[in-house]
């Protein structure tokens, strides 16, 4: 198991690598699409499969939560559970626990008495919160977030790390970084233990540290070399995409950490996002991506479509679309835009049937998937400085 860089270019940071997994090979740069509670959202696995995707996302904390981790490790894992035999990549669970946190909190108002239902505490245990779902008091620890994911049996595992809400509070930022790296050393310190002991459900498992830091020069290299020099597989860039960064500022959060993470190693971006930004990261020397975006917003009739050397977002519920007999994107030979026109679609999100999410889904998928390709494209044949300089979201 392991990352293998196969070819660098010239004029970026870019790279074709081979990430190998316990369940296949992924090519690399690559996007995940986002399989929340272990589905992605209106689509089968043999779809995915069939429209390339080689490696998915699944959530920590919602699997915890429902159905269990436990009832998922006694099936023999996630992919068994449900029945996808490609990698699985599986994120912490405390970025969820945080963000759900503050939006309750949000929700219910600084002058409400009533205690905000996901009452989130941090503290240098762990994460105290209560369940969305019942209620109930529950902790999440790293080494419990790492027994999760051992049971979750996922290819790709991710250290619990502490997510800054306030990205421009220093001293914030700074306490967050020091304890992402104390629960960094502890979930090292658990996976080594279950997997020196033969615990680990699968015994390919690689586990990936998180490098936090806002976008403040010192605290973003003390915790990129803090997290390096734990010796993980691979490591994420956090802290990019909390809401409200401009593209400017979770580029230069990149710029900030990459310099001081290994290069022979994997290099994941969280949150990470639309199509220019993916472009842009990956000339930085980032190796894969995770995004609700495609899946998301083709559930509110948002669509991504080639445009000149860029792409347009469309929204097919304009009326512009109504009387509109042409395919969505000509260039994509998605089922919807090789069997159905735009006016088609814009009627099935009018009248509310489900069909329009699933045709929309794919197409956004696809779009993605296809993106990835031309870019490895790219680098493999020496023109990806031109894509860099060109691919832009084109209104």
């Not at 529950?138 to 049996?153: A, C, F, Y």
């Not at 979930?187 to 015994?203: H, M």
Request: net charge neutral; hydrophobic share 35%; charged share 25%.
């Amino acid at each position: 198991m392991g990352f293998e860089i196969l070819i660098k270019d010239k004029k970026s940071q870019a790279r074709t690598g081979i990430l190998k997994t316990a369940h296949g090979k992924v090519r690399t740069p690559v996007f995940l699409p986002i399989g929340t509670r272990g589905t992605v959202k209106s689509v089968r696995n043999d779809e995915l499969h069939d429209w390339g995707a080689e490696m998915l996302l699944a959530n920590t904390y919602h699997l915890w939560i429902q159905p269990g981790d436990e009832l998922i490790g006694r099936t023999g894992g996630l992919h068994k559970f449900m029945n996808w035999d490609g990698p699985i990549f599986t994120d912490s669970g405390g970025f969820q626990i945080f963000s759900l946190g503050e939006k309750m909190a949000k929700r219910n108002g600084p002058d409400n008495e009533e205690p905000a239902p996901f009452n989130v505490r941090g503290k240098d245990t762990g994460i105290y919160f209560q369940s969305d779902l019942d209620g109930k008091k529950m902790e999440l620890t790293p080494e419990k977030s790492v027994e999760i994911q051992n049971n979750l049996g996922s290819d790709v595992s991710v250290v619990l790390d502490e997510f800054t809400g306030d990205l421009n509070d220093f001293e914030k930022v700074e306490q967050t970084v020091e304890r992402t790296t104390r629960w960094a050393k502890r979930a090292k310190e658990r996976f080594q233990k279950l997997k020196t002991g033969g615990q680990l459900l699968n015994p390919g498992q690689l586990q990936l540290g998180i490098v936090q830091g806002a976008n403040f020069i010192d605290l973003r290299k003390k915790s990129a070399e803090e997290i390096s020099a734990l010796g993980f597989d691979g490591y994420c860039i956090g802290g990019v995409a909390v809401g409200g960064e401009t593209q400017d500022k979770m580029l230069e959060a990149v710029d900030l950490s990459l310099p001081y993470l290994e290069e022979g190693k994997f290099r994941h971006l969280l949150g990470i996002g639309n199509p220019e930004n993916i472009v842009q990261a990956v000339a930085r020397g980032c190796d894969s991506f995770d995004c609700v975006i495609p899946t998301r917003e083709a559930r509110h009739g948002k669509a991504y479509v080639s445009h000149d050397n860029g792409y347009q977002t469309l929204n097919i519920l304009k009326p512009e679309f109504r009387d509109d007999f042409s395919p969505l994107d000509k260039n994509c030979d998605c089922y919807a835009c090789r069997n159905h026109t735009s006016a088609y679609l814009n009627h099935l999100f009018k009248s509310g049937e489900i069909l329009g999410i699933r045709l929309l889904t794919e197409h956004n998928l696809r779009f993605y998937l296809n993106l990835m390709k031309k870019i490895r494209k790219t680098i493999n044949d020496g023109s990806f400085e031109k894509m860099v300089k060109n691919y832009k979201n084109r209104p």
